[in-house]
């Protein structure tokens, strides 16, 4: 095995010098593609995993957080003429210049682990490990995309605008002064972020018009999600955003992002049975072998969902109807998820503790009581007759 590391500046098809690499080192059969800020985890590497009848294999990647995952095909069979598509956050082509289409899933993983001097730090996304986040950062994609976008190769991609999308969308959330619409609804969007706002949605939009019907799954099932997310959290458009997150289960039910979103977006306009339905959903739904596969909605929003939709069933107009298979169920992935969740999304300041406190009480009182403080439904950031 051996490393395959792109240089700067990049281009679109980069050819990765797998030719060299072949002088070099004569029996070569693969060649594992990595960043230089991942680090992998030699425990899951075996070589005799690999095949000479498969063109490609698909690795996990762990961002530095340690709560999500995606999937990529960097891992190749060793052949002449192997390229990198696109100007930025480049996709694996074949020497025909397709992407691989049969491609088997490893159990390999690999870890993002910036040091303090990095690429990013060399051409000016800041210094240490946030550079990858920065506002310069994102400014520099942005900046390769409109190069792609213009490139007629690439113009209207499924990747070209996904990623124009995103970035608009980060360059919103990591403007000077932002502050969550959702979680602060009298703040307002300075011009400048509404139009990153704009084109956030306009991009990605255009990307589902185009490409729904298309083999780019990941991209398009992205996009309604993002959408989604930007109707519920910026927008304050949860009759839109419902609609999107409707859309985004149709179009793939093996994911639990739109799922356990829409469970709470039903709790917060008190609808408990559908909020009870869709988080049940949600934790009934295994982490799928997928890109972009986020830990944290399956191992901390979901089992904190389900224990406030369970309180949601047995408290019910402050009058409690104890049962016990809520209670034990709710109790249990309470646990869960405060084992797992190292943070919180969206969600209200002490709602770990309001839940506690209600099972706590609940359990002292069991039967037949009436509480004094319905802990149970989280404190709305918006009016409950705006939803």
């Known amino acids: 095995l051996s490393s395959c590391y792109k240089t700067l500046p990049l281009y ?45 294999y698909q690795f996990k990647i762990w961002d530095r957080s340690g709560m999500s995952t995606r999937q990529t095909d960097w891992l190749a069979l060793q052949q002449k003429n192997l390229t990198f598509a696109y100007y930025v956050h480049e996709d694996f082509r074949l020497p025909n210049g397709l992407p691989p289409l049969v491609v088997k899933q490893l159990d390999w993983e690999v870890h993002e682990v910036e040091a303090n001097i990095t690429w990013h730090t060399n051409v000016g996304h800041g210094i240490g490990a946030k550079a990858t986040f920065t506002y310069e950062r994102y400014l520099f994609d942005l900046d390769l995309l409109y190069q792609e976008q213009s490139d007629p190769d690439f113009k209207d991609s499924a990747h070209t605008l996904f990623y124009l999308g995103i970035v608009h969308a980060a360059l919103l959330e990591g403007s000077t002064g932002y502050q969550s619409p959702f979680l602060n609804p009298d703040i307002k969007l300075s011009s400048k972020m509404q139009q990153h706002l704009e084109l956030h949605i306009l991009y990605l939009e255009r990307m589902v018009d185009l490409h729904i019907g298309s083999i780019f799954t990941e991209y398009v099932y992205l996009s309604i999600r993002w959408l989604a997310y930007a109707h519920q959290f910026i ?117 770990f503790q309001e839940v506690i406190d209600t099972y706590s009480y609940i359990f002292k009182l069991k039967r037949g009581s009436t509480l004094t403080k319905k802990y149970c439904v989280p404190r709305l950031p918006l009016g409950r007759d705006e939803y």
Not at 286 to 292: E, G, L
Not at 326 to 332: D, P, T
Not at 339 to 350: D, Q, W
């Open 12 to 56: 679109n098809s980069t050819t990765c010098p797998s030719s060299d690499l072949c002088r070099k080192f004569p029996h070569i059969s693969h060649i594992f593609m990595v960043d230089p800020d991942w680090k992998p985890d030699m425990k899951t590497i075996n070589k005799n995993d690999l095949e000479l009848n498969i063109d490609a």
């Open 235 to 351: 927008l304050l458009r949860p009759d839109e955003a419902m609609n999107r997150y409707y859309q985004c289960i149709k179009y793939d039910p093996e994911r639990v992002d739109c799922k356990i979103e829409l469970s709470k977006l039903y709790t917060f306009r008190n609808d408990h049975d559908s909020a009870w339905d869709w988080a049940i959903s949600s934790l009934e739904t295994s982490i799928p072998t997928k890109a972009w596969t986020h830990s944290y909605m399956y191992v901390c929003a979901t089992p904190l969902q389900v224990a406030r939709a369970a309180l949601n069933k047995i408290v019910v107009d402050k009058q409690l109807e104890y049962n016990e298979y809520y209670f034990a169920l709710g109790i249990f992935q309470l646990n869960q998820a405060m084992s797992n969740c190292k943070t919180l999304i969206h969600e209200p300041e002490g709602i």
